[in-house]
């Protein structure tokens, strides 16, 4: 299916979404948000993408809002931006961060506003040497939303959460890899191909067990160290119960690549 707003295609296993608005610096506007939302749906019930990677067009990643939809009209009663996020970011952020497969985020330049927090709700961030990151929100009278003030304070911790968030102070990628916000940065010219390669190798992984790994890792932030023990003796049930489990077993023992199938 065409779509106007952001591209999409399916590379040996890795879904890759594409923001398209590059003059508006990927901001998100609703038919955008109904693309994306869109095209979630079908990766989270496609066995075949075992892998996801969203990056943009352009010289930005995401601005955010398109705040050119919420230009203030005098005669008019307020928005509500409770029913914006209701409908259209909490969705999103809950699609991303609840798919079972891993999702890798190449921040290809700004990240602002929700397009910073949209980027952190993803599994692995990398971006490029010349992206930035800024908790626009306090600008505008706003504050941080799209889970930034779940997720920022988890990465970086309370002091710089919080000083990012009330100043909106512009920080680079370096520094952010510095503070552990994302993974790693490239070269502008090497971060795709480097993100993509990242995308179809996880592609070729243990898919059950990657799908546990991240259950545990973002359920500690809610268990006791008891809880996460019987959490952890549970997950690894399931995942010993994997085909995927058994072939890795058989390949380091026969010495050979192992060729995981997802199963
Ligand atoms: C834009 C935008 C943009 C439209 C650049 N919209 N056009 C949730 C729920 C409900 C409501 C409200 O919000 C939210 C979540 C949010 O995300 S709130 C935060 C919204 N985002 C921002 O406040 C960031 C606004 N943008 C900026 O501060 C700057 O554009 C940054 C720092 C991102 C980049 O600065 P520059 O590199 O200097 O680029 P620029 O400002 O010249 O922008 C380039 C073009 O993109 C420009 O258009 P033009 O036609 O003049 O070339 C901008 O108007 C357009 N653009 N952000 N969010």
Sequence with gaps: MPYQNIEFSIIQGAAVITLNRPDKLNSFNQAMHKEVRDVLKKIRIDTKVRCLLITANGRGFCAGQDLSERKFNPDAPPIN?????????????????????????????????AGANIALACDIVLASTQAS?????????????????????QAIGMPRAMALSLLGERISAEQAEQWGMIWKTYPPNELYDEAL???????????????????????????????????????????????????????????????????
């Design 81 to 113: 931006l409770g029913e914006s996020i209701e409908k259209n970011y909490n969705p999103l952020i809950r699609l991303i961060s609840s798919l079972k497969v891993p999702v890798i985020c190449a921040v290809n330049g700004v990240a602002a506003g």
């Design 133 to 153: 990151f800024i908790q626009a929100f306090c600008k505008i009278g706003l504050v941080p939303d799209s889970g930034g003030t779940w997720t920022l304070p």
């Design 197 to 263: 390669k990242m995308a179809i190798h996880l592609a070729t992984q243990p898919t059950i067990g990657l799908a546990l790994i991240k259950k545990a890792i973002q359920s500690s932030t809610q268990n006791s160290l008891d809880q996460q023990l019987d959490l952890e003796r549970d997950l690894q049930t399931l995942a010993g119960q994997s085909e995927d489990y058994r072939e890795g077993v058989a390949a380091f023992i026969e010495k050979r690549q192992p060729n995981f199938t997802g199963k």
